[in-house]
């Protein structure tokens, strides 16, 4: 097992610098271009941004946010969404499960000390980290995948708890790119501003949550 593992880590890491060196990296950063390349696909296209996808999750550096804006402007709100979604949780599980197969130590030493959520033994708690978590655009999709892997989460838990948080934010990047593409400034702040209530809702939440726990045991 650690000579799988090891093995893993290292295909990652020469992926990332092979890509990196190719220019892959920030090609894929700009949504304009990288919509132009997937439409040339024609009915390739779709498989093309569920593979983009996928490979975000799994590789760090990748950027996802500009993969989704481009399905939206290729493929429309319905479709392009549906293709992230696909990608984005292909990848999720692919992380969780390789974190089931390699362990603690391997991803540890990729990651650190951020493996945090390892420490946490309950079901529901897990459940509503990685749910919350999801709704939370600045919290690393793949740290979270692949820390999940390490906990005693199941996975149809885990997979739930992901689909059911990643709808919101594909849904409006996928739209964002989009408006992007027609040049509707109105229908991009309204879409800026939905953003900044996804990722504000849950974090009020949570310090809503904590406000009152505190409360609770100060009495």
Do not use: C
Request: aromatic share 10%.
């Amino acid at each position: 097992m650690p000579a799988v593992a090891l093995i893993a880590v290292l295909a990652l890491a020469a992926a990332y610098l092979a890509l990196r060196d190719a220019g892959v990296l920030d090609w894929l950063a700009h949504g304009t271009a990288l919509r132009a390349w997937v439409e040339t696909l024609g009915p390739w296209g779709p498989l093309a941004i569920v593979g983009l996808m996928i490979a975000a999750v799994l590789v760090s550096p990748i950027p996802s946010a500009p993969i989704a804006m481009a399905a939206g402007a290729a493929y429309g709100h319905a479709w392009g969404t549906l293709y992230v979604l696909a990608g984005a949780e292909i990848g999720a599980l692919a992380a969780f499960s390789l974190a089931r197969i390699l362990g603690h130590a391997a991803l540890r030493r990729r990651f650190g000390d951020r493996l945090e959520m390892g420490l946490i033994g309950s079901q529901n708690a897990l459940t509503g980290i990685v749910l919350v978590s999801r709704l939370v655009p600045f919290i690393s999709f793949d740290l979270i995948s692949y820390a999940a892997g390490l906990t005693v989460l199941s996975f149809w838990r885990f997979a739930l708890a992901t689909l059911a948080g990643i709808v919101p934010a594909s849904f409006l990047l996928a739209h964002f790119g989009l408006e992007l593409s027609g040049g509707d400034g109105e229908q991009l702040m309204y879409t800026a501003l939905a953003l900044g209530l996804i990722t504000a809702i849950p974090i009020a939440w949570a310090l809503v949550r904590d406000f009152r726990h505190r409360r609770a045991r100060s009495k």
